[in-house]
T-cell receptor, first 113, second 115 residues
Framework: GAGVSQSPSNKVTEKGKDVELRCDPI?????LYWYRQRLGQGLEFLIY????????KSGLPSDRFSAERTGESVSTLTIQRTQQEDSAVYLC???????????FGPGTRLTVL | DQQVKQNSPSLSVQEGRISILNCDYT??????FLWYKKYPAEGPTFLIS?????DKNEDGRFTVFLNKSAKHLSLHIVPSQPGDSAVYFC??????????????FGKGTKLSVKP
């Protein structure tokens, strides 16, 4: 069956521009997570969605970052006024419910020039 | 301040021998631990997990050991195969404490298995 998909796979943008990253979770998975991995670092939690509950935004690094998810479907991560330190691979993961093993997408590599 | 530490950035092992990847954590509230494997240009894939009520979990060539008193876990791969060459991430979660299940990851250890 289809896994988690993300688009675009690569995004190069200029400092100050806004970017939008998309995640399609596995069908039926109620939990969706966004992580990022900066060069030489581990994966860093950003935000978590569980069904229609209020998202856990505790990992978002600044108010330039936001994310939305409609029900149990697609999620978009938006970064406004991008900075060079935002350059990273942004990974989306989904699981059937919180605490279950998370299935990751291939990631979006964001480069901010 | 890192809560999950993988102190060896890389490990090289001969095919057929045992690979031992180590992970230390600082948060005593962590109660669920996972290992993920990541190939270049792909997302991490789940490998094996262990709950804090156990000290060992085995799945084929992969065994995870948990030492709660030392706040240490390790992944053993035996026998190692060239296809095991990848970056291995240790991750932890505090489920009983009400965490949403978001994982705290280490920085990863790059395993190279030489034929």
């Amino acid at each position: 069956g289809a896994g988690v998909s993300q688009s675009p796979s690569n995004k190069v943008t200029e400092k100050g521009k806004d970017v939008e990253l998309r995640c399609d979770p596995i069908s039926g998975h109620t939990a969706l997570y966004w992580y990022r991995q900066r060069l030489g670092q581990g994966l860093e939690f950003l935000i978590y969605f569980q069904g229609n509950s209020a998202p856990d935004k505790s990992g978002l690094p600044s108010d330039r970052f936001s994310a939305e998810r409609t029900g149990e479907s697609v999620s978009t991560l938006t970064i406004q006024r991008t900075q060079q330190e935002d350059s990273a691979v942004y990974l989306c993961a989904s699981s059937y419910y919180r605490g279950n093993e998370q299935f990751f997408g291939p990631g979006t590599r964001l480069t901010v020039l | 301040d890192q809560q999950v530490k993988q102190n060896s950035p890389s490990l090289s092992v001969q095919e057929g021998r045992i690979s031992i990847l180590n992970c230390d954590y600082t948060n005593s509230m962590f109660d669920y631990f996972l290992w993920y494997k990541k190939y270049p240009a792909e997302g991490p894939t789940f490998l094996i997990s262990i709950s804090s009520i156990k000290d060992k979990n085995e799945d084929g060539r992969f065994t995870v050991f948990l030492n709660k008193s030392a706040k240490h876990l390790s992944l053993h791969i035996v026998p190692s195969q060239p296809g095991d060459s990848a970056v291995y991430f240790c991750a932890a979660s505090d489920l009983a404490g009400g965490s949403q299940g978001n994982l705290i990851f280490g920085k990863g250890t790059k395993l190279s298995v030489k034929p």
